[in-house]
């Protein structure tokens, strides 16, 4: 039963160009949504997040979109860096102290 | 910038034997988890802990398995009897009262042979 999806094991991109990560959830209660950034061997570090209230929110070179009748969040990333090239998972939960269940994750590879 | 930290950072320890994961969350922070990632796959919710006490577990988290607060600072992860299929990456996490932002740990890879 996979409540969060990412359906792009794995993504390329040019330096300086546009990274846009999606993610499906499936379960209407989420209200929160988060990304993270995972290098391998290392734990997810937190990026951006977006509650369910809102439809943008943007920090820095990292945007994130929710479009919340289509159940859909997306991470833009621009200009995109070498440096940015990791696994980048989506997560969502609901309100009160809820587990955090993740998608299985986009791995992001930024070509200089 | 506070963070949670987790030690070890890698065990191998032998099928059947008990395993102690510990961590440190942030300092203020009320809700704790335990998530894994066994190699090539998501990240697993195992349990989360409120009030000295478990709120939420999932299947994963069987009888096998422990958590406790034993002061005011560690949160542990026990394994009693490991198998092979626990060997993946432990990740220790916390929350604050009021942000609805997990952080996460580094890690501690734990290797069943």
Redesign the interface.
């Known amino acids: 039963d996979q409540q969060v999806k990412q359906n792009s094991p794995s993504l390329s991109v040019q330096e300086g160009r546009i990274s846009i990560l999606n993610c499906d959830y499936t379960n209407s209660m989420f209200d929160?949504f988060?990304w993270?950034k995972k290098y391998p061997?290392?734990?997810?570090?937190?990026l951006i997040?977006i509650?369910s209230i809102k439809d943008k929110n943007e920090d820095g070179r990292f945007t994130v979109f929710l479009n919340k009748s289509a159940k859909h969040l997306s991470l833009h990333i621009v200009p995109s860096q070498p440096g940015d090239s990791a696994v980048y998972?989506c997560?969502a939960?609901d309100s009160g102290?809820?587990?955090?269940?993740?998608?299985?994750?986009t791995r992001l590879s930024v070509i200089a | 910038e506070p963070e949670?930290t987790?030690t070890p950072s890698h065990q191998v320890t032998q099928m059947g034997q008990e395993v102690i994961l510990r961590c440190v969350p942030i300092s203020n922070h009320l809700?704790f988890?335990w998530?894994r990632q066994i190699l090539g796959?998501?990240?697993?919710?195992l349990v989360?802990f409120?009030n000295n006490e478990i709120?939420?577990k999932?299947e994963i988290f069987d009888d096998q398995f422990s958590v406790e607060r034993p002061d005011g600072s560690n949160f542990t992860l026990k394994i009693r009897s490991t198998k092979l299929e626990d060997s993946a990456?432990y990740?220790c996490a916390s929350r604050g009262w009021t942000g609805?932002?997990?952080?996460?740990?580094?890690?501690s890879?734990l290797t069943v042979v």
């Open positions: 929160y988060l993270y061997a290392e734990g997810p570090t937190f997040s509650s998972f997560a939960r102290n809820t587990p955090l269940v993740f998608g299985k994750g | 949670v987790q809700y988890y998530y796959q998501k990240v697993e919710f989360s409120y709120s939420e999932s990456m990740f609805n932002t997990i952080y996460f740990g580094e890690g890879w």
